[in-house]
């Protein structure tokens, strides 16, 4: 799966402020959509029109193409000739790809953190999020997205005391496509509590600068789940299909998919 972050550029023949502002308007077009596929409002195999987005969005086809093209090049989007583009089929083993590219930049960036230290002050507001968790009730609810966007929360802090902004930019990107398996990995109160204590093995190897130690507690956080990566694919299915059913049952005029779509006060201009 191709991992460019090209987004929409200066489409042909709209020079000037027109060329800007339908820019704009594309990589709007362009986040919109990817966010559909990557949260499963679209299920794989799902058709994207370019007339149906043209009208959805208010837009000319020009920056409705430029997104699908861009989506395309991400490798969400599959470009059939003569029938248009479908929304691609999930692939276990480009998720597994992405997990080795997360493993490799988390790795380094521990390594770094271990290597030369972190002040008392941040290890301490880690640890506050975090050692509350490991007394997590056994009957607890489980809130699974507040808990995927206080894990994804925790990797990015790593990677920000590093201070590269390219490895948050990717990081960020990753954590985008992998959610989806996220969602599915943590669902009981016992793999909350197991997080938590991953989470805080990684913040005492840094406190230690045990660069190896620090390697060993990011690998066994990773690979818990990784190791769910079919499972989640599977239920990721099984949900965007039900979905698309419930929403075939229903009158035409009934929206079903939780989405934003513009008003005309969210509409732009261009």
């Not at 470009?79 to 997990?99: E, I, M, S, W």
């Not at 109160?189 to 620090?214: C, F, M, N, V």
């Not at 769910?228 to 009934?254: C, F, M, T, W």
Request: proline content about 6%; overall charge negative; some cysteine.
């Amino acid at each position: 799966m191709s991992r460019s972050r090209r987004t929409p550029s200066h489409p042909v023949g709209l020079p000037g402020e027109a060329d800007a502002s339908t820019n704009q308007l594309g990589y709007r077009i362009l986040q919109e959509i990817r966010r559909r596929i990557l949260n499963w409002h679209y299920p794989p195999g799902h058709h994207l029109g370019e007339p149906e987005l043209s009208e959805e969005f208010a837009a000319s086809r020009v920056p409705v193409r430029e997104a699908l093209r861009a989506l395309t090049e991400q490798g969400l989007v599959e470009k059939v000739p003569n029938q248009g583009c479908f929304v691609r089929q999930p692939d276990a083993q480009a998720t597994h790809h992405l997990y080795d590219l997360r493993l490799a930049l988390e790795l380094f960036v521990i390594e770094r953190l271990a290597r030369h230290g972190m002040t008392d002050d941040w290890l301490a507001l880690m640890r506050a999020t975090w050692e509350p968790l490991l007394n997590v009730r056994a009957d607890a609810p489980v809130d699974g997205d507040l808990l995927v966007s206080m894990d994804e929360e925790y990797h990015l802090a790593l990677a920000r005391g590093l201070g590269n902004p390219y490895f948050i930019d990717s990081l960020k990107d990753i954590n985008d496509r992998l959610r989806f398996v996220r969602l599915v990995v943590v669902t009981t109160p016992h793999r909350i509590q197991t997080t938590a204590g991953e989470h805080l093995a990684i913040l005492s190897a840094i406190a230690q600068r045990d660069p190896e130690a620090a390697r060993r507690a990011v690998r066994q956080n990773l690979q818990h789940a990784r190791n769910q990566i079919e499972i989640a694919i599977s239920k990721g299915l099984n949900r965007a299909h039900g979905r698309e059913q419930a929403k075939a049952s229903l009158p035409h005029d009934v929206d079903t998919a939780g989405e934003v779509t513009p008003t005309n006060a969210d509409r732009p201009t261009e």
